[in-house]
Nanobody
Framework: QVQLVESGGGLVQAGGSLRLSCAAS????????MDWYRRAPGAQRELVAR???????NYADSVKGRFTISRDNAKNMVFLQMNSLKPEDTAVYYC???????????WGQGTQVTVSS
């Protein structure tokens, strides 16, 4: 089992930046993919960004060019750099990991990101 703890959320003005961090309780080297999801008020949870163990990344169309996901296997950390933030990016952001492509086996508790206009 892996515990994931997110940090770095907060309140920021539109156009600003935040960097979210996800700390894992053990090595993430063998975890196939690490993701960032978000859930906005009244909306379904959506996949924001994914990074595989090989370094391949995928992004939701709404964040392409603005967000960057990265992982540091040596430190058991995953990051989400968010630039040019928009009010519609306001949501609770969750770190997640899965051992197979379609599975998410591990979830964090989430961190709130609020972007003011």
């Amino acid at each position: 089992q892996v515990q994931l703890v997110e940090s770095g959320g907060g309140l920021v003005q539109a156009g600003g930046s935040l960097r979210l961090s996800c700390a894992a309780s053990r090595s993430i080297f063998s975890i196939y993919h690490m993701d960032w999801y978000r859930r906005a008020p009244g909306a379904q949870r959506e996949l924001v960004a994914r990074i595989t163990s090989g370094g391949t990344t995928n992004y939701a169309d709404s964040v392409k060019g603005r967000f960057t996901i990265s992982r540091d296997n040596a430190k058991n950390m995953v990051f989400l750099q968010m630039n040019s933030l928009k009010p519609e990016d306001t949501a609770v952001y969750y770190c997640s990991g899965g051992n197979t492509y379609f599975a998410n086996d591990y979830w964090g508790q989430g961190t709130q990101v609020t972007v003011s206009s």
